[in-house]
């Protein structure tokens, strides 16, 4: 791609990208046949774009990143996810998706670590609640919008809460496997005991760091949701 690289869409064109969207489904086909197809499989086109936006509209890299993606989804068995198959852990309320978006139209995922207990739960059993809210909140994506905004509630956290290794797994989720889907991330009430953890993230969190917000529970109520739709922890 080289100097079309950093142009935006707009720039390309729409004939141009549609190029490059062929393009890139015609190379995983005959270079990575045993992808399957589908809806986020090698052929579906939406996904493609979204990864050449997020590659730069490089075909190479975008090809490469899919590639990793869609073995990930197999070998991970997201299709596979359901609320049944979550349903032990999600009755925790450690995290859900809310039934309303924000003002910017984007679907909320809420996640509650005063109720994350990493020693009582298996890492995979979070980890697939995770994945499967992530899916359920794209699942609502507006037409027109493309992130959703992830509130983490940090009222409440106590030593017992902390887990760098679902945070590390949470941003390697969305930048490898959904990126640019995260629109924004708001750090609800962060304690001092908090900070220690933060400045272990941070290295891990790459451009998202940017995304990052730490705010207090009526900025959330006041800016981010109308009086009907803000989520019931949030409305004093």
């Not at 050449?52 to 197999?74: G, Q, Y």
Request: aromatic share 12%.
């Amino acid at each position: 791609m080289g100097a079309t690289d950093d142009r935006s869409t707009k720039e390309l064109g729409t004939d141009f990208i549609l190029q490059l969207v062929l393009e890139v489904k015609e190379k995983l086909e005959k270079e990575h046949p045993s992808l399957p197809i589908g809806t986020n499989g090698r052929d579906d086109e939406d996904m493609i774009l979204w990864f050449l936006k997020d590659r730069k509209f490089s075909v190479k890299d975008s090809i490469a990143k899919l590639t990793k993606a869609i073995r990930w989804r197999e070998e991970f068995g997201v299709s596979n996810l359901s609320e049944e198959s979550v349903k032990g852990i999600y009755e925790t309320g450690k995290a859900y998706v809310h039934e309303s978006t924000d003002v910017n139209g984007r679907p909320v995922l809420v996640v509650v670590v005063s109720k994350h207990f990493p020693e009582k739960h298996e890492a995979i059993d979070d980890q697939k609640l995770c994945v499967y809210l992530i899916e359920q909140a794209l699942a609502k994506l507006p037409h027109g919008i493309g992130e959703i905004l992830v509130i983490v509630d940090l009222r409440g956290f106590c030593s017992e809460n902390a887990d760098f290794m679902f945070l590390k797994f949470l941003i390697d989720v969305f930048y490898y496997y959904y990126p640019r889907r995260l629109g924004q991330v708001l750090f609800v009430d962060a304690p001092f005991i908090f900070r220690p953890i933060w400045t272990l993230i941070v290295p891990y969190l790459k451009s998202y760091a940017s995304l990052v917000r730490f705010c207090k529970p009526e900025t959330v109520r006041n800016e981010y949701f109308t009086v009907d739709t803000v989520p019931e922890a949030f409305k004093s």
